[in-house]
């Protein structure tokens, strides 16, 4: 089961996200916030979850970018949830 965070600093901190205007200011404030191996996880894990919308095998998705099957298989349960985050950027990025 996920953990609930729906808390007033989460809240504030999406509220900051929403005003980063580009690129460039999305990587000043993650490399603030951020260890690089975090902001590459994170990446990583979106980058899984394309592929898996896109309908891409476990094993093409490890070997392009080397995730572990068992974080292929976490980000897979997490687009079988009712969020449907990534789906939403995804579809919107496209």
């Known amino acids: 089961m996920r953990k609930n965070v729906n808390d007033p600093s989460v809240r504030r901190f999406f ?3 929403l005003t980063l205007e580009n690129i460039e200011e999305c990587y000043a404030f993650f490399n603030d916030i951020c260890t690089p191996n975090e902001i ?3 990446a990583q894990r979106f980058q ?3 592929m898996l919308l ?3 095998t476990y094993q093409t998705i490890s070997k392009a970018t080397g995730a572990s099957t068992t ?3 976490r980000v ?3 687009l079988n949830d009712d969020q449907e ?3 939403m950027i ?3 990025i496209k």
């Open 15 to 17: 509220e900051g996200l």
């Open 40 to 42: 590459l996880s994170i």
């Open 48 to 50: 899984v979850g394309e």
């Open 76 to 78: 897979n349960r997490l």
């Open 85 to 87: 985050g990534i789906e």
């Open 90 to 92: 995804h579809e919107r």
């Open 54 to 56: 896109d309908q891409n």
């Open 71 to 73: 974080t292929i298989s």
